[in-house]
Nanobody
């Protein structure tokens, strides 16, 4: 069983920045494919970005503004969010696939999920 714990959410003004963290349990984190998703009220969960052992990939809506990185020594993946917009307001979730895969852009591709962290961007 893998546990994922997100942190770093909060309230920020439009144009501001936040960095989310997702700490994962497990001894082979460097092999995990990790993803970030978000869900706004009344909307379906949507893909934000993903990182595997060598690449990253982003949704068009965040490309150029958001950056995913990982620190395998800390078992942690990060989501740096810049130039935030009110439409980025959502609960953000990290997800894990616990072995090496291609980049995964759909929720059903992941086996474990964090509890989510709220990001609110005021206009």
């Amino acid at each position: 069983q893998v546990q994922l714990v997100e942190s770093g959410g909060g309230l920020v003004q439009s144009g501001g920045s936040l960095r989310l963290s997702c700490a994962a349990s497990g001894r082979t984190f460097s092999s995990y494919t990790m993803g970030w998703f978000r869900q706004a009220p009344g909307k379906e969960r949507e893909f934000v970005g993903t990182i595997n052992w060598r690449d990253t990939y982003y949704a068009d809506s965040v490309k150029g503004r958001f950056t995913i990185s990982r620190d395998n020594a800390k078992n942690t993946v990060y989501l740096q969010m810049n130039s935030l917009k009110p439409e980025d307001t959502a609960v953000y979730y990290c997800a894990a696939k616990t072995y090496r895969t291609v980049l995964l852009t759909t929720a059903r591709g992941y086996d474990y999920w964090g509890q989510g962290t709220q990001v609110t961007v005021s206009s």
